[in-house]
């Protein structure tokens, strides 16, 4: 004997919601091996939740450990326009943040590998300010800023669980009024911060419910 399955059904058993409409439209409409009307009825089960498509417009890096390359990205961050547009990628077991000019996918510098003040362990977040400045966490259970051009500036936070420390923090991100947010993981919660460290407010506590934690990794702000 043998065993007869249509080409639709097939198509069917696909997990499509996770599925673009124009992957489908390219990888299967112009096969030719469904009817219009099934392609219709495939569509109509579509989640409208992957319907969006991003174009990929350029690359940075490759698995390594060489000057343009990565061991392991935690996180990235974006800043300026135009031109002058950087990207900086925490590379966590390598050590270090490489910061990449976007247009020319160069890399203009990298911090955290040099000895002495400013040498990073095991990079997590990172975040820019408004002036350029780079803020990068790491397993030292703190953070630790650089200027514009990668030259160590200062760094904050200790070990503990009061205000203003640290158990391995994660995501950063910076609010429209230059406070920085902080996942403070291991302590089950967010901290907001002035760009000195100096304590602002706390938000959450471990738990399940409503406003509580487990291990925060990251961090957004909207508006």
């Not at 698995?63 to 031109?83: K, L, M, N, P, R």
């Not at 780079?134 to 503990?160: K, M, N, P, Q, W």
């Not at 907001?192 to 957004?220: A, K, N, W």
Request: aromatic fraction near 10%.
């Amino acid at each position: 004997g043998r065993l007869c399955v249509e080409v639709g059904d097939v198509v069917g058993m696909l997990d499509l919601g996770k599925l673009s409409r124009r992957y489908i439209g390219e990888a299967v409409e112009g096969s030719g091996l469904l009817s219009g009307e099934r392609l219709g009825e495939i569509y109509a089960g579509l989640s409208i939740g992957y319907d969006r498509v991003f174009d990929v417009e350029r690359t940075f890096g490759s698995c390594g450990s060489g000057t343009e390359q990565f061991i392991d990205v935690a996180h990235v961050a974006v800043h300026g326009e135009g031109a002058n547009q950087r990207v900086a990628c925490a590379d966590y077991e390598g050590g270090r943040v490489l910061i990449f000019n976007v247009e020319s996918g160069e890399c203009v510098y990298s911090v955290g590998q040099s000895e002495g003040p400013g040498q990073l362990t095991r990079p997590r977040g990172v975040a820019f300010n408004g002036r350029g400045e780079l803020f990068v966490s790491d397993s030292l259970h703190r953070i630790v800023v650089y200027d514009r051009e990668g030259a160590y500036v200062r760094e904050f936070g200790t070990r503990g669980s009061g205000e203003g420390q640290f158990s391995y923090p994660c995501g950063l991100a910076f609010t429209g009024d230059g406070e920085l947010a902080v996942a403070d993981s291991w302590n089950d919660r967010v901290q907001v911060l002035r760009e000195d460290g100096t304590f602002v407010r706390s938000i959450g506590s471990r738990g399940t419910g409503e406003g509580m934690f487990h291990y925060p990794r990251d961090v957004c702000v909207c508006g």
